[in-house]
């Protein structure tokens, strides 16, 4: 049952981050939800049995979702410190002057 609901989790991150057309904060938290989708998944196939591997396998997979999460975060910070907005519609714009080098 956790794996049925987190395959579907899963697939409604996927579509979710297809349709997202506005800010990088959303996809930061669809990222996380396909994380935490990916997450149930894994232990729900390989088990937390009493095995050492299981809990391994999970204590590594959380650090690099936190990782990922802080990265992310890192980045938004980054691009709203550069631009003042955070909207997806000119992060793919190649800017290579800016405003102040043109003025010289």
């Not at 697939?11 to 930061?28: A, E, G, Y």
């Not at 955070?86 to 010289?104: A, H, N, P």
């Amino acid at each position: 049952m956790i794996t049925y609901i987190s395959m579907f989790m899963f697939m409604l991150s996927i579509i979710l981050i297809f349709s997202q057309k506005f800010h990088f904060l959303s996809v930061l938290l669809i990222l996380e939800i396909m994380t935490l989708s990916l997450f149930t998944m894994s232990i729900s196939f390989f088990g937390m049995g009493s095995g050492v591997t299981g809990s391994g396998f999970a204590l590594v997979f959380l650090v690099f979702g936190v990782y990922e999460a802080a990265n992310g975060l890192g980045l938004l910070v980054s691009r709203t410190r550069s631009s003042g907005m955070d909207q997806l519609t000119g992060l793919f714009v190649l800017m290579f002057y800016s405003s102040r080098l043109l003025k010289w």
